[in-house]
């Protein structure tokens, strides 16, 4: 079964600041997807990703898909608490119409 | 437009008690899961339905869980009895047939065996 794998596992930025979060997969990414958990919430979508070397934007955050790779990367630019949270990468395992998710990584935001 | 809705939000029960959770999609969402999300781990998926028919529950432990959705719309999720294991935050997603696989969650209820 695929598997994916998220670094960091945890990152503590002070605000104003950059950040990357990669998202490497076991096998074929079919469709990549990017969601944010607050502590005791469902997921919110951000966005899904196709085609390799697709990136898309949502405000401050930029996803990139590199299908050579099997990996895709959340860039936040420039930081705020807002953004903080567990971000989780989710593939289409095998075009089948379900999602298997990494771990997470957990952002904290500093003022 | 309304979200996915779930109750209850928390639940805490001793083990080899029962527990049902409930869980309304984003209206004319075909398409229904249940995942079960084990602290400091990704969502790992439970059962998905097709309108009311089961298109995957290969990771569902059939022993203790159970899920129905009678009528195509709303759905429960069961375990009985509940093990320490169970404890976890468990989430129902929707998505429409014809609308990509994108997934929209609910707010997830939080379960605590003791």
Known sequence: SQELEQSPQSLIVQEGKNLTINCTSSKTLYGLYWYKQ??????????MLQKGGEEKSHEKITAKLDEKKQQS???ITASQPSHA????CGADEEGFQKLVFGTGTRLLVSP | EAGVAQSPRYKIIEKRQSVAFWCNPISGHATLYWYQQILGQGPKLLIQFQN????DDSQLPKDRFSAERLKGVDSTLKIQPAKLEDSAVYLCASSPWRGGITQYFGPGTRLTVL
């Open chain 1, 38 to 47: 607050k502590y005791g919430e469902g997921l919110i979508f951000l966005m």
């Open chain 1, 73 to 75: 990367s959340l860039h």
């Open chain 1, 85 to 88: 949270g567990i971000y989780l």
């Open chain 2, 52 to 55: 009311n028919g089961v298109v």
